[in-house]
Nanobody, 123 residues
Framework: QVQLVESGGGSVQAGGSLRLSCAAS????????MGWFRQAPGKEREFVAA????????YYPDSVKGRFIISRDNANNTVYLQMNSLKPEDTALYYC????????????????WGQGTQVTVSS
């Protein structure tokens, strides 16, 4: 099992930045792919970033590419999502997730989930 706890959400004006953190505990963090998802009210969950277990590969959809950066610190069992140039449409509940190493890190099939942290971007 992997337990995930997100932090760093909040309210920011359009154009601003936030950095989300996700602390993991449980089994060996470094062997899991890590991802970030978001869900806005009335919308489908969206896969916004992923990093392979080794940290050498990342994935972003076009909606956030060039603005969001995912990184991981395996020594401290933490994954980050740096969000820049935020837009009102980035407003959502952001979830951290972990995928077992046999999965495709860039596909939205993840095994463990955190509770989420709210990000609100005002215009």
């Amino acid at each position: 099992q992997v337990q995930l706890v997100e932090s760093g959400g909040g309210s920011v004006q359009a154009g601003g930045s936030l950095r989300l953190s996700c602390a993991a505990s449980g089994r060996i963090f470094s062997s899991y792919h890590m991802g970030w998802f978001r869900q806005a009210p009335g919308k489908e969950r969206e896969f916004v970033a992923a990093v392979r277990w080794s940290g050498g590969n990342t994935y972003y959809p076009d909606s956030v590419k060039g603005r969001f950066i995912i990184s991981r610190d395996n020594a401290n069992n933490t994954v980050y999502l740096q969000m820049n140039s935020l837009k009102p449409e980035d407003t959502a509940l952001y979830y951290c997730a972990a995928a077992k190493p046999y999965r495709n890190y860039a596909a939205p099939a993840y095994d463990y989930w955190g509770q989420g942290t709210q990000v609100t971007v005002s215009s």
